[in-house]
C-alpha cells in the first residue's frame, strides 16, 4: 500500500525567510496531493493541493510542487509570518477511494 | 456556515464505560471518517464511510465502531472503551474526496 514520508519533522525559520516542507510517496498511482495546516487546539485545514496532471500550483505565499518521477512533493511557504507557525501535514490519495495517506507532519516555528 | 460538528470537545471517563463521540455535517457530502491524533504518531484513520450504510475499516479500527444511517452523522462508538483509546480524535467529511476534507474541532478522549 501507500506509505507517505515527510521531512523536516521540525522546521525553524526566521520570520521573513522561506520554509519549505518535502514529502516522498510510494504508490505510482497516487494522483492527488493536499497539504493541511493543523494550528493549536484545531483540526488541520486544507491549505492547498495538487494532482498528478500538474507539475506546480501557487496560492499567494504557498506553492507545491510535484514531481512525479521522483514521487515526491514539496510544499513552499514564502516570506513566513508569525501566523504560519503550525504543523503541516502532507498526504496522497488514488481519486478512486478518497483515502488520504497521511505523513507524520511537521512543526514549523517562524522566530520573530 | 460549512462545518463539521463534534460532541463533546472534552470528555473523561472510566474503563468500560460505553460512550459515543457524535459528528454531524451540514455540507451534504458522501465521505466521513475518523481519526485519531496521538503525539509523533500523526493522523490514522480509524473508519470511513463512503456514503449511507456504507463503512469500512481505516488503519486502526479495534475497539470502535461506527454508524452510518443518515448522510450528515456518523457517530464514533467506544463499547469497552480502554486507556489505549486516550487521544484527540477528528470527525472530518469530503465531497467524494474532491476540495480536500473538512474537520472537526476535535474530541480530546481520556479515559481512566
Known amino acids: 500500500g501507500e506509505n507517505v514520508e515527510q521531512h523536516p519533522s521540525t522546521l525553524s525559520v526566521q520570520e521573513g525567510d522561506s520554509a519549505v516542507i518535502k514529502c516522498t510517496y510510494s504508490?505510482?498511482?497516487?494522483?492527488?496531493f493536499p497539504w493541511y495546516k493543523q494550528e493549536l487546539g484545531k483540526g488541520p485545514q486544507l491549505i492547498i493541493d495538487?494532482?498528478?496532471n500538474v507539475g506546480e500550483k501557487k496560492d499567494q505565499r504557498i506553492a507545491v510542487t510535484l514531481n512525479k518521477t521522483a514521487k515526491h512533493f514539496s510544499l513552499h511557504i514564502t516570506e513566513t509570518q508569525p501566523e504560519d507557525s503550525a504543523v503541516y501535514f502532507c498526504a496522497a490519495a488514488l481519486d478512486s477511494n478518497y483515502q488520504l495517506i497521511w505523513g507524520a507532519g511537521t512543526k514549523l516555528i517562524i522566530k520573530p | 456556515e460549512a462545518q463539521v460538528t463534534q460532541n463533546p470537545r472534552y470528555l473523561i471517563t472510566v474503563t468500560g464505560k460505553k460512550l459515543t463521540v457524535t459528528c454531524s455535517q451540514n455540507?451534504?457530502?458522501?465521505?466521513m471518517s475518523w481519526y485519531r491524533q496521538d503525539p509523533g504518531l500523526g493522523l490514522r484513520q480509524i473508519y470511513y464511510?463512503?456514503?449511507?450504510?456504507?463503512?469500512d475499516k481505516g488503519d486502526v479500527p479495534e475497539g470502535y465502531k461506527v454508524s452510518r444511517k443518515e448522510k450528515r452523522n456518523f457517530p464514533l462508538i467506544l463499547e469497552s472503551p480502554s486507556p489505549n483509546q486516550t487521544s484527540l480524535y477528528f470527525c472530518?467529511?469530503?465531497?467524494?474526496?474532491?476540495?480536500?476534507?473538512?474537520f472537526g474541532s476535535g474530541t480530546r478522549l481520556t479515559v481512566v
Open positions: 504508490d505510482s498511482a497516487s494522483n492527488y
Open positions: 472530518a467529511s469530503s465531497f467524494r474526496g474532491e476540495g480536500g476534507y473538512t
Open positions: 464511510s463512503m456514503n449511507v450504510e456504507v463503512t
Open positions: 455540507m451534504n457530502h458522501e465521505y
Open positions: 495538487i494532482r498528478s
